[in-house]
């Protein structure tokens, strides 16, 4: 079977004004008007099947949305091809929009000065919902999110928890099969992600495909099966939450700060397959496998070779990973292989 969503080698690039400082910069840039080129999604390929939950993690600026506005057809692609259940969605908005729905946690799609059950209705009859599929619906997400009482309420008089849940039934009302989701739990405080979250993973039981960009561990460990890390534009990391949970459940590190630069060398040879960096010019993390040596071991070792006077030991988790994806320099500088 296709997979759901398609993107084969996928590029937007936009155009920036490039402007020197000051007046004179400024000046210029009104007469000549030159402008570089970034490319915020470099060449992205990725394959969702049907009833997957797929974190699309990344820093700031990666690409996630620029990603999903390709993915939604709000945005044509620079290059590449790319199919929603089926679509082209820059060349069919309105069919893709039928099979997608999209939640943004910072921005919402009610209708401001509307009480939430009419902005309900503008959007069955912009989806052309029918009737008795539309009150099944309805009748459904009012039950699940608890939004029964907030139907007559304004949407600015909503907090923003009774927003989001008044948001993720607005995005599913037409049932759609996929949902994006642009940090859904971002400022709720825990229950209400509590409850967010378990919404989502019902949703993903009952067969929904879920893309979900986020820089919460939590919605990534809870919701989604499957991670992508981006990092500008490109693909670095694709697997499992599962095996990379797994993984982790053995790894651990230690901090150290020094009274003088270390003797990296020294310390990789004596260290064997651990991976030891210097991020800072006192400073040196080992990160370990934790079933084949202790803390301890690895702290002899290195105050065996260098003064120290400091450290701290710290379990590795799924944000510590994606912080060293994102940052390839402390990655390659590995010990043994390197
Ligand atoms: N319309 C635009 N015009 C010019 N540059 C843009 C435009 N939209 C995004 N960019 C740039 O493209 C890059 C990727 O932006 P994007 O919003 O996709 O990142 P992101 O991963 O969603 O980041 P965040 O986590 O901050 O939301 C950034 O450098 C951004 O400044």
Known sequence: MAPLIEATGLVKEFRRPRRDS????ALKHLVTRRFDIHRAVDGIDLRVGEGESVAYAGPNGAGKSTTVKLLTGILVPTAGEVRVAGVVPHRDRIANA???GVVFGQRTQLWWDLPVGDTFELLRDM???PAADYRRSLGRLTEVLEIGPLLPVLARKLSLGQRMRADLAAALL???HILYLDEPTIGLD?????????FLRQLVADGTTILLTTHDIGDIEEVCGRIVVIDEGRIRHDGPVEVLRDALASASSVRFQ?????????IRERLGDAEVTAPGERELVVRFDRTTRTAGAVAATVMGLVEVRDLRIND???????????RPDEVTARSGAA
């Open 258 to 266: 020094l009274s003088a630069s270390a003797p990296l060398d020294l």
């Open 190 to 198: 825990l229950d209400v992600k509590d409850r967010v979250r378990t």
């Open 316 to 326: 590795e988790g799924i944000a510590d990973l994606i912080r060293r994806i994102h």
């Open 22 to 25: 000051g007046l004179t910069g």
């Open 174 to 176: 037409h049932q759609p």
């Open 127 to 129: 989806y052309r919902i």
């Open 98 to 100: 039928k099979n997608v």
